[in-house]
């Protein structure tokens, strides 16, 4: 079992920036790599962003790449997400999750464990 807790979620002005954590325990947290998720009221749950257990690659959605940037400290048994630029749509819940094979990684069904999410609410 991994038990991953986001944290760092918020009201901002657009333009404007925040870093989300998702710290995690349980089983070894550097045999999983990381995604981050969002989903808006009335929409599915799209992916974000994803990391390697190793941190040497990442991913990201279009509609973030350039804005946001992923990063994990296995130290500290934690993920981040730098957001920058923030826009009005980047408004939505946003969970972490861990996967092992890390293949699917856009995929929500593909990954093994999940956090509670926080809440971005962007304004204009």
């Known amino acids: 079992q991994v038990q991953l807790v986001e944290s760092g979620g918020g009201s901002v002005q657009a333009g404007g920036s925040l870093r989300l954590s998702c710290a995690a325990s349980g089983r070894t947290f550097t045999w999983y790599g990381m995604g981050w998720f969002r989903q808006a009221p009335g929409k599915e749950r799209e992916f974000v962003a994803a990391?390697?257990?190793?941190?040497?690659?990442?991913y990201y959605a279009d509609s973030v790449k350039g804005r946001f940037t992923i990063s994990r400290d296995n130290a500290k048994n934690t993920v981040y997400l730098q957001m920058n630029s923030l826009k009005p749509e980047d408004t939505a819940v946003y969970y972490c999750?861990?996967?092992?094979?890390?293949?699917?990684?856009?995929?929500?069904?593909?990954?093994?464990?999940w956090g509670q999410g926080t809440q971005l609410t962007v304004s204009s």
């Open positions: 999750a861990a996967d092992l094979e890390f293949i699917s990684y856009t995929l929500p069904a593909a990954y093994d464990y």
């Open positions: 990391i390697s257990w190793h941190g040497g690659t990442t």
